[in-house]
């Protein structure tokens, strides 16, 4: 939809505001709200936090646009003996600090509620519609991260708040406004569930793919072009999670098929600032292993103790938490690294695991699902090798396996280009939700008579 502009525009005392409409002023946001920090109730004492009334959020909080539902309760005794503070329904909160995204990211509150210490409530005076200053200070969201140093260990404060530059507008304007991007904002966030649903089942249909084929062989349009029986004779696994596989399989301990070997227990106190690389769980979260997150070791100390945990090209990786679902080649980047505890190194043995088989395997439900059952019941949520020499793996000749493995690559190729064209979809989306916001909280299109307009469709379609 194309945006008409106002009539007449000026030089905004703000630079990155670039022009705005000639009767919009330019103002501090201390002059548009009162602004305090909250506070938090001594973690040490149960009965400030056992049996409370009182709703109080942390800064997780401000992920949510409009916050409905309380972190926690405090005791009355708790409020009383802290720096809380209540905070009106309707009112923003802002993360003064935080870890990741969170810090300068705003909330309007849907319920009264008390803060912690990180977050500065902003209570909107009579002249300024919170909603409209809740999208003036997201548009602001980059600009005010900066305003703290841009170091992510630099917080915001209240001083630093109160000089976010802001506008003053009359309020009929500002509920137009806000009204249009509530209204606009709305639909590309539908557009964008839709785009991640869609997602979701693209993965999915990959992963019930890849479990089907590991352990009941090729479609048979596949088995046919590869010359194999399309319509093979099942048999009884003999395992319940399992159920019938092909006759001519057979169902084998995975240690009878793939080697594995447990990377090495080091502690913090073995990184240095160079030397060979320590691969983490952030390193095997693709098909090819990387050096992201990696620590280093020292060469002698590495070559003194841990030199026969250095993987190989070729070698296949996984987490021991298997929450991840990856299995990561080495190639030559990452060859000669050794991986941390918890990543597992897995060596098909030859001619009875083909490796990209394998990898396949360990991305399936068959493998995923004697994880989980290798964890039920424990205190420590992942598996090692001890676990796996129980697993078992339904395995085909080699030239099946291969076979298999070919079709996989290609067919699951196909729905991860599908995947990306949507992750693109998503990504213009959430670039056309941000344009507009900016677009209209500093004037550059007139929206007014769109509010009415919108309001007018809500009512046709209800």
């Given at each position: 939809?194309?945006?008409?502009?106002?009539?007449?525009?000026?030089?905004?005392?703000?630079?990155?505001?670039?022009?705005?409409?000639?009767h919009?002023?330019?103002?501090?946001?201390?002059?548009?709200?009162?602004?305090?920090?909250?506070?938090?109730p001594?973690?040490?004492?149960?009965?400030?936090?056992?049996?409370?009334t009182?709703?109080?959020?942390?800064?997780?909080?401000?992920?949510?646009?409009?916050?409905?539902?309380?972190?926690?309760?405090?005791?009355?005794?708790?409020?009383?003996?802290?720096?809380a503070?209540?905070?009106p329904?309707?009112?923003?909160?802002?993360?003064?600090?935080?870890?990741?995204?969170?810090?300068g990211?705003?909330?309007?509150?849907?319920?009264?509620?008390?803060?912690?210490?990180?977050?500065?409530?902003?209570?909107?005076?009579?002249?300024?519609?919170?909603?409209?200053?809740?999208?003036?200070?997201?548009?602001?969201?980059?600009?005010?991260?900066?305003?703290?140093?841009?170091?992510?260990?630099?917080?915001?404060?209240?001083?630093?708040?109160?000089?976010i530059?802001?506008?003053?507008?009359?309020?009929?304007?500002?509920c137009?406004?806000?009204?249009?991007?509530?209204?606009?904002?709305?639909k590309?966030?539908a557009?964008?569930?839709?785009?991640?649903?869609?997602?979701?089942?693209?993965?999915?249909?990959?992963?019930?793919?890849?479990?089907?084929?590991?352990?009941?062989?090729?479609?048979?349009?596949?088995?046919?072009?590869?010359?194999?029986?399309p319509?093979?004779?099942l048999?009884?696994?003999?395992?319940?999670?399992l159920?019938?596989?092909?006759?001519?399989?057979?169902?084998?301990?995975?240690?009878h098929?793939?080697?594995f070997?447990?990377?090495?227990?080091i502690?913090?106190?073995?990184?240095?600032?160079?030397?060979?690389?320590?691969?983490?769980?952030?390193?095997?979260?693709?098909?090819?292993a990387?050096?992201?997150?990696?620590n280093y070791?020292s060469?002698?100390?590495?070559?003194?103790k841990w030199?026969?945990?250095?993987?190989?090209?070729g070698?296949?990786?996984?987490?021991?938490?298997?929450?991840?679902?990856?299995?990561?080649?080495?190639?030559?980047?990452t060859?000669?690294?050794?991986?941390?505890?918890?990543?597992?190194?897995?060596?098909?043995l030859?001619?009875?695991?083909?490796?990209?088989?394998?990898?396949?395997?360990?991305?399936?439900k068959a493998?995923?699902?004697?994880a989980?059952?290798?964890?039920?019941?424990?205190?420590?949520?992942?598996?090692?090798?001890?676990?796996?020499?129980?697993?078992?793996?339904?395995?085909?000749?080699?030239?099946?396996?291969?076979?298999?493995?070919?079709?996989?690559d290609?067919?699951?190729?196909k729905?991860?280009r599908?995947?990306?064209?949507?992750?693109?979809?998503?990504?213009?989306?959430?670039?056309?939700?941000?344009?507009?916001?900016?677009?209209?909280?500093?004037?550059?299109?007139d929206?007014?008579?769109?509010?009415?307009?919108?309001?007018?469709?809500?009512?046709?379609?209800?």
């Amino acid at each position: 939809m194309k945006y008409r502009p106002y009539s007449r525009y000026k030089r905004g005392a703000v630079e990155w505001l670039g022009d705005v409409p000639e009767h919009w002023q330019s103002i501090s946001l201390k002059w548009l709200s009162i602004r305090y920090a909250g506070g938090t109730p001594d973690r040490a004492n149960e009965s400030y936090w056992d049996d409370g009334t009182i709703p109080w959020i942390n800064s997780g909080a401000v992920n949510q646009a409009v916050i409905t539902e309380p972190s926690a309760l405090i005791s009355e005794e708790g409020y009383v003996n802290s720096s809380a503070k209540w905070v009106p329904k309707g009112a923003l909160v802002m993360a003064l600090a935080g870890q990741g995204k969170t810090k300068g990211m705003v909330a309007q509150l849907g319920i009264r509620t008390t803060c912690n210490q990180s977050m500065a409530a902003i209570v909107p005076n009579p002249s300024t519609n919170g909603r409209f200053l809740y999208w003036l200070l997201v548009s602001q969201y980059e600009q005010i991260r900066n305003m703290a140093g841009g170091e992510q260990r630099d917080g915001l404060n209240l001083d630093i708040l109160g000089s976010i530059p802001c506008m003053t507008l009359p309020m009929e304007e500002q509920c137009a406004i806000a009204d249009f991007l509530d209204h606009e904002t709305a639909k590309v966030d539908a557009l964008v569930t839709r785009e991640r649903t869609l997602i979701d089942r693209l993965r999915e249909k990959s992963t019930a793919l890849i479990s089907r084929t590991v352990t009941r062989g090729l479609p048979p349009d596949a088995a046919r072009a590869a010359g194999l029986d399309p319509y093979p004779k099942l048999k009884p696994s003999g395992i319940k999670w399992l159920g019938d596989v092909p006759a001519h399989w057979q169902v084998k301990p995975l240690k009878h098929a793939v080697r594995f070997i447990e990377g090495p227990g080091i502690m913090a106190a073995d990184f240095t600032d160079d030397g060979v690389p320590l691969l983490r769980i952030a390193s095997i979260v693709s098909r090819i292993a990387t050096l992201d997150g990696c620590n280093y070791l020292s060469a002698n100390r590495v070559a003194e103790k841990w030199s026969h945990f250095r993987v190989r090209r070729g070698d296949l990786l996984i987490s021991g938490s298997a929450s991840t679902g990856f299995c990561s080649e080495v190639d030559e980047i990452t060859e000669g690294a050794i991986p941390y505890t918890g990543i597992i190194i897995i060596r098909p043995l030859p001619r009875v695991a083909e490796k990209m088989f394998a990898r396949w395997f360990f991305l399936s439900k068959a493998f995923l699902t004697q994880a989980e059952l290798a964890r039920s019941g424990s205190t420590i949520q992942h598996f090692g090798p001890s676990h796996l020499a129980r697993m078992i793996v339904p395995l085909a000749a080699i030239s099946e396996q291969q076979a298999i493995a070919d079709f996989l690559d290609h067919e699951t190729a196909k729905i991860d280009r599908m995947v990306t064209k949507v992750e693109t979809v998503i990504e213009r989306l959430k670039e056309y939700r941000t344009a507009l916001i900016n677009a209209a909280v500093t004037g550059k299109i007139d929206v007014r008579g769109q509010a009415a307009d919108n309001r007018q469709e809500l009512a046709t379609a209800s």
